[in-house]
């Protein structure tokens, strides 16, 4: 009997010992990865009543699944407006070096007293304290002008200065002798500057000068604000028949800009205008307000009682492949296109600026062919 009951005990804890060893060996291959047979896991876990554990790369899988979501296409148009907004605040933001550099590769002519360059897109002139102008830049452009020296004393002073959304020809002056000789030139029209803009519209007449002074008025409305109007000299009579002279406003100001259509086509223009005077918004408020032909991306000027993101027809928004909620990144189409300075220290100076790429691709798109420069 002892003997049996001795076999009996080691074949039970034979038995046991088996059973434990399968345990650990199940516990084993769940411990040791993915290709560890993680079905076996999940059912073991299942039926002791837990939960099955999950395991991080599958989290972060999900992660990764959830905040990939579907874009809409996107236009070309809509990138290269994307990217024009984006270069022109990196170009704001940038250390002034990197803008005296851009500015540096971009000069169409230099003498001893003046120095031309082809502004960029959305650079301020003049000193604004909330991104780099082109005026905190100056000190560093003239010393890579004159290759670093150290002990160069030069300066850069800019004239007849452009507005921040305008690109093209810039007037840099070398002393401030130099500045007020080319602003004395400028007051006796020696200093000629032609513009090409893209209108939405087309001029009529083809070619003329819009004589017709400007003032600053307030617009009231849920977003009072101040912008340049037309001050007319003359208004229809009572009878609609003739014109009446009225009193000149004491706070208006002359403003005289000759315009010329060079092309035209769907339902746009390509424009060339010559400012015979300096006001500030002067072409802008006369292509708007005098000829009813607003230039493309003028979203201040397209409306005068409200402001809001310029209208465009559906014609036009097809051929830019834009749609209407997307305009207000459409910059403005107003290019320095050429100065002339005669009577400059060391001769007349002719300067011509190509147009920049957005300004390009916008003509290709509407079909407006700009002429030669032989036909100039």
């Not at 002519?109 to 960029?120: S, T």
């Not at 002798?177 to 006796?188: G, K, N, P």
């Amino acid at each position: 009997m002892s003997c049996c009951r001795a076999v009996r005990r080691a074949a039970d804890w034979t038995s046991g010992l088996s059973a434990v060893l399968s345990r650990v060996k199940a516990q084993t291959k769940c411990l040791r990865g993915p290709e560890a047979a993680p079905s076996l896991c999940r059912s073991q876990a299942t039926i002791s009543g837990e939960k099955p554990r999950r395991r991080a790369i599958d989290l972060a899988r999900k992660i990764q699944q959830e905040r990939v979501k579907p874009r809409a296409p996107v236009s070309a148009q809509q990138r290269r407006v994307t990217e024009l907004k984006r270069f022109s605040l990196q170009l704001q933001q940038v250390h002034p070096n990197v803008l005296a550099k851009h500015l540096h590769r971009s000069v169409l002519h230099q003498d001893r007293d003046l120095v031309v360059v082809n502004k960029p897109y959305g650079v301020p002139v003049r000193d604004d304290p909330r991104v780099t102008s082109i005026s905190s830049v100056l000190p560093v452009l003239s010393k890579m002008m004159d290759e670093m020296k150290i002990k160069s004393d030069s300066q850069l002073f800019p004239c007849l200065g452009l507005e921040k959304e305008t690109t093209g020809v810039l007037l840099l002056a070398r002393s401030e002798a130099s500045v007020e000789h080319i602003v004395s030139l400028h007051r006796s029209n020696q200093v000629q500057r032609k513009y090409w803009v893209i209108t939405v519209g087309v001029p009529v007449p083809s070619e003329g000068v819009i004589d017709i002074p400007v003032i600053q008025r307030e617009v009231s409305g849920p977003r009072p604000h101040y912008k340049m109007a037309l001050s007319p000299l003359f208004r229809m009579n009572d009878a609609g028949d003739g014109l009446t002279k009225v009193r000149a406003h004491q706070q208006a100001h002359p403003a005289v800009t000759k315009y010329r259509v060079l092309d035209s086509s769907n339902g746009c223009s390509l424009v060339e205008l010559q400012p015979l005077t300096g006001e500030k918004h002067q072409m802008r408020v006369h292509m708007a307000f005098a000829l009813a032909c607003p230039i493309l991306g003028d979203h201040k000027y397209s409306h005068w009682n409200k402001l809001a993101p310029q209208k465009l027809p559906e014609r036009v928004l097809g051929r830019l492949g834009l749609e209407q909620s997307k305009i207000r990144y459409l910059p403005l189409h107003l290019h320095a296109r050429q100065v002339t300075v005669s009577g400059a220290s060391h001769g007349d100076i002719d300067v011509s600026c190509p147009l920049p790429k957005y300004f390009t691709q916008t003509l290709k798109w509407l079909y407006l062919n700009p002429p030669d420069e032989k036909d100039k």
